[in-house]
């Protein structure tokens, strides 16, 4: 018998390990188990939905399946946000105050301050991240807009993509906003192409909605004893709003009224319901909203239609989450399922005075007159126009409060709140008024699930967390107000709330020509501060201001320590602050060059064109000729494009306020050629133009007028795509895809001014020489 020692004898026998298996303890690695009963969670997040935008909150709008949830939940009548889409969703996933994770405004305008950089740190942990450790599947559908612009392309980086903070698996959108008819879509780290095309009847929202349903169902029939946690984020109603022309028809004539009749109407259902306290004041019309009597017939056939628009398209929503909640239902799964419904600001009046037809030209302070508008009315909602209510009715759409998206004061921070959870609500259509805030929401869902928020994760020590539980008042109504203390801050406009007082700053932001309107102060130096005692002055209507100096001067000292503690300074200045934009893992090329058969190419990682670009393209025609598209960039509603159309090269330049077409009149003959198309910016009183070439030799131009800038293709997610198109064609000379039907050897794209060949510079000496 071998008496040697073997390795692991001192060792408890639980725990040794030994040269034979007979005298080795196996053990099993541990698996994170959430506590007995915990609740599946569902967290639908809607878009630019104000707080008086839902049949439960007062709107004449039809949303009978939020309603019905609200019926069987609660309604948080005093829930805040941070009044943008990427602040509020950094805030709610990760239980801390936006500039504390560098989430001071949106990605687009991400900056190389502490407080703006447009990246969560390793310090705040996702609530994404919390639940998977404790057992949950996580999954997230939908709008994004958490990945800085620059990490958008299939190089990523991806720690900032949803399965890098946490989720596990993800189907939607990154931006801010896309096409609800062509959305530019990702799939875990993948960019993809839509299920199906416009012309056969895709809608986004009845894409997601489907895909969340897939998700929850493979993840319950694969292990239904293993919570979930899933974060839905419509694209809907943030611009553009899009939806089928059936959806919009029941509204005709509905808002005929006019906006003061929406909000005097919803008013009176809202202080009926119980959802607005009595003895509320509804704020009056301030001076930058015209009054509906006062504008003429044809505007108000107009704005209504845009409204009319607006409110199909939250029906349209409605009705398909409706079919996730009956889903939920069919699966049994409602009763232990906590549903929490919200919007991340509130109503948007991105529109302007007038509404748009194109949003992002909108952006640009290029709208639209009043007659093309008019001609255009029936496009509304189509596929034709990318279009956004007149500010009116966001103020409207915030029924009873003040201002809107983009402002610390109420109609800006305060949204609708549906909780249901029918295994833990004990009154059932009740509203609950503790003050509560979207950082909240990750402390109550870990206390319901039973999972400690962690102190370090992955080796990083965690911030703390600045939201609080409201889960008592889930169960008692009258639950202690569980928080005291909240700054507000959005692009300089400032605010604070302080045990039921209310202090906000007149500060107009310098955006969307707000201060051609809007009363107030445009430097911070000079702004004011208003006081509220919201604790019976639901809607901010009685400024207490120059009754109580001191309590004014303690709100303003609380708001510049809680800016001190969370990273706000220095504050957002319009345009200044867009010097100190952070950049990229790689700052954009000065040349790229591509082929065909990938995916796109994401615009934020293209050699920049708005001072000039050439575009070359190396290609084969075959015997038979060719066309087809060799590269195209956006769609109808802003972009560019190259293609060949019965052999002819056509460039077309689809600008936010002009698009033009060039064309060749000969075809590219058979063989090997290389057809290039140059944009040659405005310069020195001379008009920008778009010269085309085969092989060399000009064969077509035009000037260009319009902004050569477009926005919103990386608000989108935009790629360049290179011998296809997809989605809404750049030119309606064709249907994409237009795949080109010769060879595409090579496509190189490079910034800035077309740079003469020896040959052509001789070419244009000798003409010169004897023009003479």
């Not at 709107?59 to 829930?79: M, V």
């Not at 108000?300 to 349209?316: D, I, K, P, S, W």
């Not at 005075?353 to 009315?377: C, K, Q, V």
Request: some cysteine; proline content about 7%.
């Amino acid at each position: 018998m071998d008496a040697r020692p073997r390795r692991g004898d001192h060792l408890p026998t639980s725990q040794r390990i030994s040269d034979r298996v007979a005298d080795s303890q196996s053990r099993a690695v541990g698996y994170p188990r959430p506590v007995e009963g915990a609740p599946n969670v569902l967290v639908i997040v809607l878009d630019d939905v104000g707080f008086s935008q839902l049949g439960c909150f007062g709107s004449p709008i039809e949303t009978p399946n939020i309603d019905a949830l609200a019926q069987g939940g609660l309604r948080y009548h005093r829930f805040h946000v941070t009044s943008v889409c990427s602040s509020t969703r950094a805030a709610l996933l990760t239980g801390r105050n936006h500039h504390a994770v560098g989430m001071g405004v949106t990605q687009e305008a991400a900056m190389g301050f502490p407080g703006y950089t447009g990246r969560i740190p390793p310090s705040a942990a996702t609530m994404a991240r919390v639940l998977r450790d404790g057992g949950y599947n996580t999954m997230a559908v939908g709008k994004w807009h958490l990945t800085p612009r620059t990490e958008y392309s299939a190089a990523g980086p991806f720690e900032r993509w949803p399965l890098g903070l946490g989720f596990e698996r993800y189907y939607g959108f990154l931006g801010a906003e896309t096409s609800q008819w062509a959305p530019e879509l990702v799939r875990d780290n993948t960019h993809v192409e839509p299920p199906a095309t416009p012309e056969e009847g895709y809608h986004l929202t009845e894409d997601l909605v489907d895909q969340t349903i897939r998700m929850i169902q493979d993840q319950q029939q694969a292990e239904a004893r293993k919570p979930f946690f899933c974060y839905l984020a419509t694209g809907a109603a943030h611009a553009p709003h899009q939806v089928a022309p059936e959806w919009v028809a029941p509204y005709r004539g509905r808002f005929d009224g006019g906006w003061e009749a929406y909000r005097e109407e919803t008013f009176a259902r809202q202080v009926a319901d119980g959802v607005v306290p009595d003895g509320t004041v509804l704020t009056p019309r301030p001076s930058w909203v015209p009054a509906w009597d006062d504008l003429s017939a044809d505007q108000r056939r107009l704005y209504a239609r845009y409204m009319e628009v607006y409110a199909g398209f939250m029906t349209h929503t409605d009705h398909h989450l409706g079919r996730l909640l009956d889903f939920l239902e069919h699966r049994s799964l409602d009763d232990n399922t906590v549903v929490m419904v919200l919007s991340d600001n509130g109503a948007s009046a991105e529109g302007g005075p007038a509404g748009t037809l194109n949003e992002a030209a909108g952006w640009l302070g290029l709208h639209e007159d009043e007659a093309t508008s008019l001609e255009r009315i029936d496009d509304l909602g189509g596929q034709d126009a990318y279009n956004h209510y007149p500010w009116g009715w966001a103020w409207a759409g915030n029924t009873p409060l003040r201002l809107w998206k983009r402002y610390a004061w109420l109609g800006g921070v305060r949204t609708p709140l549906v909780l249901r959870w029918p295994a833990r609500v004990p009154d059932p259509g009740a509203v609950r008024s503790q003050f509560t805030h979207v950082t909240d929401l990750l402390p109550t869902i870990a206390e319901a699930a039973g999972i400690p928020v962690p102190a370090v994760v992955d080796g990083v020590t965690q911030q703390p967390l600045d939201g609080a539980s409201f889960l008592d008042s889930i169960t008692e109504p009258d639950a202690t107000e569980h928080r005291h203390l909240q700054y507000f801050e959005m692009m300089g406009s400032r605010g604070v709330y302080a045990d039921g007082w209310m202090a906000v700053t007149d500060h107009v932001a310098n955006q969307f020509g707000e201060r051609d309107h809007l009363e107030g102060s445009f430097d911070h130096a000079t702004d004011r501060w208003s006081l509220f005692d919201l604790r019976t002055d639901f809607s901010e209507s009685t400024d207490l201001a120059d009754e109580q100096p001191g309590t004014v001067r303690r709100l303003e000292g609380l708001w510049w320590a809680e800016a001190g503690r969370n990273q706000v300074l220095p504050l957002f200045e319009f345009p200044d602050s867009l010097a100190h934009l952070h950049p990229g893992e790689y700052p954009p090329p000065s040349v790229g060059v591509y082929g065909p058969g990938g995916g796109p190419v994401a615009e934020a990682q293209l050699p920049p064109t708005g001072g000039g670009f050439v575009l070359s393209a190396e290609l084969t025609v075959p015997d038979a000729g060719a066309e087809g598209v060799v590269a195209a960039l956006g769609d109808r509603q802003g972009g560019w494009g190259l293609h060949l159309l019965d052999g002819r090269p056509v460039a077309t330049f689809a600008l936010l306020d002009a698009t033009t077409r060039v064309a060749a009149e000969q075809r590219v003959p058979p063989g090997a050629h290389t057809v290039e198309l140059a944009y040659v910016a405005a310069r020195g009183g001379r008009a920008a133009r778009a010269e085309l070439r085969v092989d060399g030799d000009l064969v077509a131009d035009a000037e260009v007028p319009g902004t050569m800038f477009l926005p919103h293709l990386s608000t989108a997610g935009a790629g360049l795509l290179i011998g296809r198109d997809r989605g809404l064609s750049v030119s309606p000379d064709y249907r994409p895809p237009f795949e080109f039907t010769g060879e595409l050897r090579r496509v190189e794209l490079r910034s800035g001014r077309r740079t003469e060949t020896d040959e052509e510079r001789a070419t244009r000496v000798r003409a010169g020489v004897a023009g003479d």
